[in-house]
């Protein structure tokens, strides 16, 4: 039995599962509606400038001129999103800016047919007004796929690492907990003495007041510290 | 294995990785044959880290070296196209052929609604300006006046040109809605097709009652046969996705979804295509001043290869 998998019911967190071929999770965090309607808006206002400056550039030029912007507008309209996704590990200048990312539902890069597809698509989550349908399935799907993601199989995920809130255990003298302890309480002891520089003191002394019986009478705080540079192997 | 132990003998690894990584990504492909088995080993650590519950910190940081390495090591090509000429000789009209239920269908659908409303505009003229507002009504009329601009007006090369532009822009991007809103149970496809039937029937039945018949219809003859079959076809596309949400068959929805989806590509592809061949035939072909036959045979023998090569192109080959 594996210890640890993203049991839907288990975990709130807004991660993607995808099994590699090595037999192993990888986790992708999926992005919710908000960076990805801000995405969307920078995109959008991008779009607008280069309308605007393709006008300038072939506007001068009458008749001809006049054909090669509207080929131009309906290139940057429907194909601006597929070729950036493509082209551009999969990031338009808006996802870029907002750190999202478009893959494949397997974590691989996405293609030609479903960056098309899924852009495309963009059409009907606009149904029946201002992306209403997008949003409804968007919030109703665990990994917050839109109609254009559901047909095409793609996922947009946060592309940096989470920004790590935790810091190394400080060096201080290991001690042994009083009784053995389980694989989870060990994980527990251990994730306490990496965030608790992160915490407030208030907050930090609240949690480590929790298990009673692994301090006994000593500082809670301290204690549990050095007990988790115990259990990650550190010798005194 | 204790954390300390385990990040002393591992992280040397981790960096190279990283590094690695960084170099791929720049595209740098010198040491890129390191690749696989760096990365087979970094799923192992990431694998023993989870079941050790060893940190969740490094838990994080070797999902993301994982993940990164995922996104090199493997890339799907998922239905690349060999090439345009390839398509269109073969892959589109299969497609196309693959969905012929919904081609007749549509056409049957398209065609009888413009006749049914053509005759009944026949005979109640008035109709025309239940659905089409009096001033467009007129536009019409003096487009295809038969003393007039259509194929009157000297039009320079200039003209041509921005109209080719414009067809593209305006009948590719309505091909790329009907398809896309097919997805809302077919509604916006079926929509955008009745919608155009109406229009295109109304408005021949009135011309051809002004006597614009000849104008009128040796003009669409030409590039119709590429334009109405391909809006045709994206609405093909377009119902294809709203029937796999309608009646999924033994799949669930998501996943008849995705199949219709990757099977109607190519016809919205090649639609897209017949459009720009289209947009060419009307913006340099059909506004040419030429006897009224000339017209009539080119727009015939051009109905006629659109028939024959969505009919019979690409049967050579098994698949």
């Not at chain 1, 597809?117 to 919030?139: E, H, S, T």
């Not at chain 2, 990164?68 to 998922?78: F, I, K, M, N, P």
Request: with cysteine.
């Amino acid at each position: 039995m594996r210890a640890f998998t993203y049991d839907p019911g288990r975990m709130l967190d807004t991660i993607h599962a995808v099994q590699t071929p090595e037999g192993v999770d990888l986790a992708l965090r999926v992005a919710g509606p908000v960076p990805r309607a801000l995405a969307w808006g920078v995109d959008t206002i991008l779009q607008g400038g280069l309308a605007i400056g393709l006008q300038i550039v072939v506007g001068a030029l009458a008749g001809v001129g006049l054909g090669l912007y509207l080929i131009g507008l309906f290139a940057l309209i429907w194909f601006y999103p597929v070729l950036f996704e493509v082209r551009a590990h999969g990031q338009t200048p808006g996802k870029r800016l907002m750190g999202l990312r478009v893959l494949q539902e397997n974590g691989t890069p996405v293609g030609w047919s479903a960056s098309v597809l899924r852009n495309f698509l963009l059409v009907a989550d606009f149904l029946p007004l201002l992306y209403l349908a997008g949003l409804v399935a968007m919030i109703s799907d665990r990994s917050f796929r839109r109609l254009g993601d559901l047909a095409a199989g793609t996922l947009v995920v946060y592309a940096d690492a989470p920004r790590a809130r935790v810091t190394p255990i400080p060096d201080v003298t290991p001690l042994a907990p009083p009784f053995p302890l389980t694989l989870e309480e060990q994980a527990a002891v251990v994730a306490y003495a990496e965030r608790a520089a992160s915490l407030s003191a208030e907050r930090a002394a609240e949690l480590a007041a929790i298990p009673r019986a692994l301090a006994g009478d000593q500082d809670p705080r301290a204690c549990l510290i050095a007990q988790a540079a115990y259990l990650v192997g550190r010798t005194a | 294995m204790k954390l300390a132990v385990f990040e002393a003998q591992g992280r040397a690894r981790w960096d190279r990785f990283a590094l690695l990584l960084a170099a791929l990504e720049r595209g740098k492909s010198g040491d890129a044959a390191e690749l696989p088995p760096l990365y087979r080993q970094i799923c192992h650590d990431l694998a023993l880290a989870r079941e050790r519950q060893l940190s969740g910190a490094l838990v994080a940081e070797l999902n993301e070296l994982a993940l990164a390495g995922h996104r090199l090591l493997y890339q799907a090509r998922t239905g690349e196209i060999r090439g345009i000429g390839a398509f269109l000789a073969g892959d589109f009209p299969r497609a196309v052929r693959s969905e012929i239920r919904l081609v007749v269908s549509l056409h049957a659908l398209f065609y009888g609604l413009a006749l049914g409303l053509g005759v009944l505009a026949w005979a109640q003229p008035d109709l025309i300006y239940s659905f089409i507002s009096p001033e467009n009504v007129s536009e019409i009329e003096a487009m295809y006046d038969p003393s007039g601009t259509v194929e009157g007006a000297p039009r320079d090369a200039g003209t041509d040109a921005t109209m080719f532009g414009f067809y593209i822009w305006n009948n590719v991007s309505i091909a790329f809605r009907t398809f896309a809103s097919g997805l809302a149970f077919g509604v916006g496809t079926l929509v955008s097709v009745i919608f155009n039937a109406l229009t295109l029937g109304l408005v021949a039945s009135h011309l051809v009652r002004e006597g614009s018949a000849q104008p009128f219809f040796s003009f669409v003859i030409g590039h119709g046969a590429f334009e109405l079959t391909a809006i045709l076809l994206s609405g093909v596309a377009g119902m294809r996705l709203g029937l796999a949400v309608l009646a999924p068959g033994p799949r669930s929805r998501v996943a008849a979804l995705r199949a219709a989806a990757l099977s109607s590509l190519p016809i919205i592809a090649g639609a897209a295509l017949m459009l720009v061949i289209a947009a060419g035939i009307e913006a340099f072909w059909s506004p040419r001043r030429l006897p009224a036959e000339l017209k009539y045979a080119v727009g015939a023998a051009l109905w006629l290869l659109v028939a024959l090569w969505l009919g019979t192109a690409g049967r050579s080959r098994a698949d």
